[in-house]
């Protein structure tokens, strides 16, 4: 397809104007796209929210070195050192982290597409944007604000920094209540849809992802064992589950852009068409 076809392809021929794609550099195969993709406004989604996920981690993870999190049964004076070790880290890491929130809202942006494609109620998607539109407070800014707060002044009194300390992991992962209903919301379109935009046995991956919620909550009551912040239930079996569920959704939005077609429709199998040109031309 030339570049002049591309142009007049109607947004209903789906992926067939990507094929027109011109060869030669990335960049300028990436202009091409932007201009000319009728789905570019999905794909710079999905590559915004990868992006985001990449940043995240590393700045989380490594830069700040705030999780995995730390002894929920730590003295003042341990806590105290905590913070002063990571003194540079957590303004650098999590002033990163504010930068990027905003980032967010593009991801959830395209999951309510995604409900939006399904044969159900426009109401799952806007309730999906309304949960996720508060979910990024107790689960990220909270923990950035109370760790920046007790990092900037460490000469505050010791039980001040401990009241932050305790805050600020409690607040991240003992409030998951709206990751748990987004989840369900997400899950439940996704099992009652008819147009195969998602496989069912991924809306059953979203109920594990619930649970997860669920049993993260008793960390507010325990401070020693495997329902501690830090435990073997609370965060690591969490973080498990979390891991593969995110990988899982990138991977299968990625294949539903592959798939759109802008119709009202089920998905068409675009992965099989071609399987079954390439048999042809040979």
């Known amino acids: 397809m030339s570049t002049l076809d591309a ?14 794609s011109p060869s030669g550099r990335l960049h300028r195969r990436i202009a091409w796209h932007l201009r000319h993709n009728p789905k570019r406004e999905l794909w710079v989604a999905w590559w915004i929210m990868v992006a985001f996920y990449i940043v995240f981690f590393a700045m989380v993870f490594i830069v700040a070195q705030v999780q995995p999190p730390p002894q929920p049964t730590w003295n003042l004076a341990r806590q105290v050192h905590w913070f002063h070790e990571r ?6 890491g999590l002033g990163v982290v504010f930068a990027i929130t905003g980032m967010t809202a593009i991801n959830n942006a395209l999951i309510a597409h995604s409900m939006r494609r399904m044969s159900v109620s426009r109401a799952f998607g806007y309730a999906y ?4 539109s508060l979910a990024a407070v107790p689960g990220l800014l909270l923990l950035c604000i109370a760790l920046v707060v007790g990092t900037l002044r460490p000469e505050r009194n010791p039980e001040a920094i401990g009241w932050l300390y305790d805050f600020a992991f409690l607040s991240f992962d003992g409030t998951m209540g709206v990751f748990l209903i ?8 996704i099992l009652i849809d008819k147009n195969r935009v998602f496989p069912k046995w991924f809306g ?6 619930a649970l997860t919620e669920v049993v993260v909550a008793p960390c507010w009551l325990f401070q020693r064992g495997v329902l501690a912040w830090n435990g073997q239930i609370a965060w690591w079996l969490d973080m498990v589950v979390f891991g593969v569920y995110q990988v899982t ?5 990625f ?14 199998d675009l ?10 031309a040979q």
């Open 129 to 132: 944007l309304l949960i996720y």
């Open 249 to 253: 959704f990138i991977v299968m939005l």
């Open 87 to 92: 003194q540079l880290g957590i303004p650098i």
């Open 255 to 268: 294949l539903m852009i592959r798939r759109e077609d802008f119709g009202t429709g089920p998905l068409p």
């Open 204 to 209: 059953y991956l979203n109920l594990c992802n």
């Open 7 to 20: 142009r007049v392809t109607p947004p209903e021929s789906g992926s067939n104007a990507e094929t027109g």
């Open 271 to 280: 992965p099989r068409k071609r399987v079954t040109k390439l048999a042809t």
């Open 182 to 189: 987004g989840s369900l919301i997400w899950m439940v379109a």
